[in-house]
């Protein structure tokens, strides 16, 4: 069974940096879609961003502040998240999309807070 295990998040005050990362087993990770989604208290699971071969995709809150980056050979993708604010707080979850299926992970949170 494919496995996404998170790591990276926490308490930040506004304007700082947090990185996030998820490591994938039990997957063709080169094969895989890869992003990260967040979810706020009361709202609806959202795409934070995606990452394929050759493509690169974010919210539109979040261009500029975050990137996204993946490891083929250590099975790696990460989200350097830059200037945060507290709009950012949420629980982050990696996600995995392969051979048709969406995978998640257990998720991770952030809190940005002063």
């Known amino acids: 069974q494919v496995q996404l295990v998170e790591s990276g998040g926490g308490l930040v005050q506004p304007g700082g940096s947090l990185r996030l990362s998820c490591v994938a087993s039990?997957?063709?990770?080169?094969?895989?879609?890869m992003g990260w989604y967040r979810q706020a208290p009361g709202k609806q699971r959202e795409l934070v961003a995606r990452i394929s071969s050759g493509r690169v995709n974010y919210a539109d809150s979040v261009k500029d502040r975050f990137t996204i980056s993946r490891d083929n050979a250590k099975n790696t993708v990460s989200l350097q998240m830059n200037s945060l604010k507290p709009e950012d707080t949420a629980v982050y979850y990696c996600?995995?999309?392969?051979?048709?299926?969406?995978?998640w992970g257990q998720g991770t949170q952030v809190t940005v807070s002063s």
């Open positions: 996600n995995a999309y392969f051979l048709r299926i969406n995978y």
């Open positions: 039990r997957i063709t990770f080169s094969m895989a879609d």
